[in-house]
């Protein structure tokens, strides 16, 4: 069974471009999830899609965006890069949703964005 | 502001001891609770999650949860040098199943001593 596949690995940009991430879920999973990871504010939720709907989203500014097509894919772009934006970029894929379902959630292995 | 705290650690064991790890957590409402291992450079990678008071083992690692105190534990039972990485508690901000959004804490980074 596959697991949850991100591209690009790696990229390099130039402050005030844009990168669009893509993300594709476990084969089932209706739940992506995007988190960032740096090493002085570690790993913080950006947004959670399902269905093709935002459901939940954290507490980042509007240059994060993001968006899930039907076959569950989701990409997320960030516009207007900052230095601070250099990270690594995680999706998460998730099947279940219910209160005690143990709804696993998986990572894949993220996108290292560098900002120069 | 929900929070997860996790000791950053390191904490040092040496080869074939348990290794305990503890993550408390602020909202009395949370749910579901996961253990991931982040060794350097990679991603998280699921060990185990939780979410009924008491134990649940899976060969070496047993995770504790005390809903009533608010903590979640991970015993890692003879422990290997490949353990050595850093462990992340997070806590699923998920009620009646509206969404999935994990909380995490800073992670304890564990030394495992040949």
């Known amino acids: 069974k596959a697991g949850v596949t991100q591209t690009p690995r790696y990229l390099i940009k130039t402050r005030g471009q844009q990168v669009t991430l893509s993300c594709s879920p476990i084969?089932?999973?209706?739940?992506v999830s995007w988190y960032q990871q740096t090493p002085g504010q570690g790993l913080q939720f950006l947004f959670e899609?399902?269905?093709?709907?935002?459901?939940n989203k954290g507490n980042f500014p509007g240059r994060f965006s993001g968006r899930q097509f039907s076959n569950s894919r989701s990409e997320m772009n960030v516009s207007t890069l900052e230095l601070g934006d250099s990270a690594l970029y995680l999706c998460?894929?998730?099947?279940?949703?219910?209160?005690?379902?143990?709804?696993?959630?998986?990572f894949g292995e993220g996108s290292w964005l560098t900002v120069v | 502001q929900k929070e997860v705290e996790q000791n950053s650690g390191p904490l040092s064991v040496p080869e074939g001891a348990i290794a305990s790890l503890n993550c408390t957590y602020s909202?009395?409402?949370?749910?579901?609770f996961f253990w991931y291992r982040q060794y350097s450079g990679k991603s998280p990678e699921l060990i185990m999650f939780?979410?009924?008071?008491g134990d649940k083992e899976d060969g070496r690692f047993t995770a504790q949860l005390n809903k009533a105190s608010q903590y979640v534990s991970l015993l890692i039972r003879d422990s290997q040098p490949s353990d050595s990485a850093t462990y992340l508690c997070?806590?699923?901000?998920?009620?009646?199943?509206?969404?999935?959004?994990?909380?995490f804490g800073t992670g304890t980074l564990l030394a495992v001593q040949p």
């Open positions: 998460a894929s998730s099947g279940g949703t219910g209160k005690n379902s143990g709804n696993t959630i998986y």
């Open positions: 084969s089932g999973h209706r739940s």
């Open positions: 899609y399902f269905s093709e709907t935002q459901r």
């Open positions: 909202d009395r409402g949370s749910q579901s």
């Open positions: 939780i979410y009924s008071n």
């Open positions: 997070a806590v699923n901000e998920n009620y009646g199943g509206a969404t999935n959004k994990l909380i």
